[in-house]
T-cell receptor, first 113, second 112 residues
Framework: KAGVTQTPRYLIKTRGQQVTLSCSPI?????VSWYQQTPGQGLQFLFEYFSETQRNKGNFPGRFSGRQFSNSRSEMNVSTLELGDSALYLCASSWGVGHTEAFFGQGTRLTVV | GENVGLHLPTLSVQEGDNSIINCAYS??????FIWYKQESGKGPQFIID?????DKRQGQRVTVLLNKTVKHLSLQIAATQPGDSAVYFC???????????FGTGTLLAVQP
C-alpha cells in the first residue's frame, strides 16, 4: 500500500507570507503527527491529530496551526513566515493515537527567503 | 525538562562489524521508546520499538536494549552493511504529555 505522501516536496516562500503543507496518511491510519526538522534543533514535535481532533501540541507559536479532515488527510499552516521557519516538515501517520509504529513521509522542504 | 540525548554523534564502523548506538533519556516516566533511521533526503524510518516493561527486543539484525535503572537505550546492528549508513534517532514517548521526543541523532558511517 502507498506510504505517507507529503506535498509539495519543496517550497520557497518570502518572509511574511503564509504556507500550507499537506499530508496524506497511509490508508487506514487515523493519526497524523507533524514535526519540524532543522540542523540546529533536530526533530521537534508540532502537533498530533486523530479523528479530526488535535490531541497533542508541541511548543511552537500560534503561527503554526493544523487540521485534519474526515478522510484523515492533514494540513499544517504557518502564517507570517520567518527566516527561522526554514526547515524540513515531516508528517507521520499511525493507526491509533500515540506514536506506535509511526510511518513518516519524505517531508516538505520549506525555505523562507 | 524532558531531554533525550545521544552519547556519540558519529560512529564509524567496518562493513560486517556489529554497531552499537547509544541513547540516554531523562524522563523516567517515559514508557515507550523507538529507534528511527533517516537516510539522506528521506523521512525517518521506523526500525524497532520497545516498551518500558521489557529489557530487550530483537528484530531482523537489530536489537534494542533498555536499561531503566540508568535510563539508557541502545540499538545494536549485527553485521553492519553499507546500506545501514544513515542518521539514527532514538525517541521516547510517555509521561504527562505523551509527545514523541527525539534525540539529537547519531551518524553511522559504514566503511567498506
Amino acid at each position: 500500500k502507498a506510504g505517507v505522501t507529503q506535498t509539495p516536496r519543496y517550497l520557497i516562500k518570502t518572509r511574511g507570507q503564509q504556507v500550507t503543507l499537506s499530508c496524506s496518511p497511509i490508508s487506514g491510519h487515523r493519526s497524523v503527527s507533524w514535526y519540524q526538522q532543522t540542523p540546529g534543533q533536530g526533530l521537534q514535535f508540532l502537533f498530533e491529530y486523530f479523528s479530526e481532533t488535535q490531541r497533542n501540541k508541541g511548543n511552537f507559536p500560534g503561527r503554526f496551526s493544523g487540521r485534519q479532515f474526515s478522510n484523515s488527510r492533514s494540513e499544517m499552516n504557518v502564517s507570517t513566515l520567518e527566516l527561522g521557519d526554514s526547515a524540513l516538515y515531516l508528517c507521520a501517520s499511525s493507526w491509533g493515537v500515540g506514536h506506535t509504529e509511526a510511518f513518516f513521509g519524505q517531508g516538505t522542504r520549506l525555505t523562507v527567503v | 525538562g524532558e531531554n533525550v540525548g545521544l552519547h556519540l554523534p558519529t560512529l564509524s564502523v567496518q562493513e560486517g562489524d556489529n554497531s552499537i548506538i547509544n541513547c540516554a533519556y531523562s524522563n523516567s516516566a517515559s514508557d515507550y521508546f523507538i529507534w528511527y533511521k533517516q537516510e539522506s533526503g528521506k523521512g525517518p524510518q521506523f526500525i524497532i520499538d520497545i516498551r518500558s516493561n521489557m529489557d530487550k527486543r530483537q528484530g531482523q539484525r537489530v536489537t534494542v536494549l533498555l536499561n531503566k535503572t540508568v535510563k539508557h537505550l541502545s540499538l545494536q546492528i549485527a553485521a553492519t552493511q553499507p546500506g545501514d549508513s544513515a542518521v539514527y534517532f532514538c525517541a521516547e514517548v510517555g509521561g504527562a504529555t505523551n509527545k514523541l521526543i527525539f534525540g539529537t541523532g547519531t551518524l553511522l558511517a559504514v566503511q567498506p
